[in-house]
């Protein structure tokens, strides 16, 4: 059984992945257009600093293995695995898009089925907007 947590995706992710998605053909593409289907669809401005959203570096647990990883989640064109930057196509791209910290999602990936938790977003880059957003306030 795969567990399906709720998950929270911005709306311009969204809107931004749909074109992709347009352009994309594999089974890959097929489950994150299912998971984009469910998902709770927020502004930018109003998704909590605990989501994995794209460009978002995030330390996840494969529970299957023990493994943990840190990894930044990216569009397939800005994929660097010297660097830790997994495309948002990729099985476990797909996964951790739109979990919060202390979520577990299982899903299907060339090793098997892999049980994940999100453990900590260190970096969400609609946080760093809302920082500057609020610095520039402060200074008025």
């Given at each position: 059984?795969?567990?399906?947590?709720s998950?929270?995706?911005?709306?311009?992710?969204?809107?931004?992945?749909?074109?992709?998605?347009?352009?994309?053909?594999?089974?890959?593409?097929?489950?994150?257009?299912?998971?984009?289907?469910?998902?709770?669809?927020?502004?930018?401005?109003?998704?909590?600093?605990?989501?994995?959203?794209?460009?978002?570096?995030?330390?996840?647990?494969?529970?299957?293995?023990?493994?943990?990883?840190?990894?930044?989640?990216?569009?397939?064109?800005?994929?660097?695995?010297?660097r830790?930057?997994?495309?948002?196509?990729?099985?476990?791209?797909?996964?951790?898009?739109?979990?919060?910290?202390?979520?577990?999602?299982?899903?299907?990936?060339?090793?098997?089925?892999?049980?994940?938790?999100?453990?900590?977003?260190?970096?969400?880059?609609?946080?760093?907007?809302?920082?500057?957003?609020e610095?520039?306030?402060?200074?008025?």
């Amino acid at each position: 059984m795969q567990s399906t947590p709720s998950i929270i995706v911005t709306a311009q992710d969204l809107e931004r992945l749909q074109q992709l998605l347009g352009d994309t053909d594999s089974a890959h593409a097929e489950r994150l257009d299912i998971e984009l289907a469910r998902a709770d669809v927020v502004p930018a401005e109003a998704v909590p600093t605990d989501v994995v959203t794209m460009n978002s570096e995030v330390v996840f647990e494969d529970l299957t293995s023990g493994e943990r990883r840190c990894v930044r989640l990216v569009y397939p064109a800005e994929v660097d695995s010297t660097r830790g930057f997994i495309s948002v196509l990729a099985p476990m791209g797909s996964a951790l898009l739109g979990l919060r910290c202390g979520q577990e999602i299982t899903w299907p990936t060339p090793r098997g089925l892999r049980t994940v938790r999100v453990i900590e977003v260190p970096y969400q880059p609609e946080q760093g907007d809302r920082s500057r957003a609020e610095q520039a306030l402060a200074v008025r």
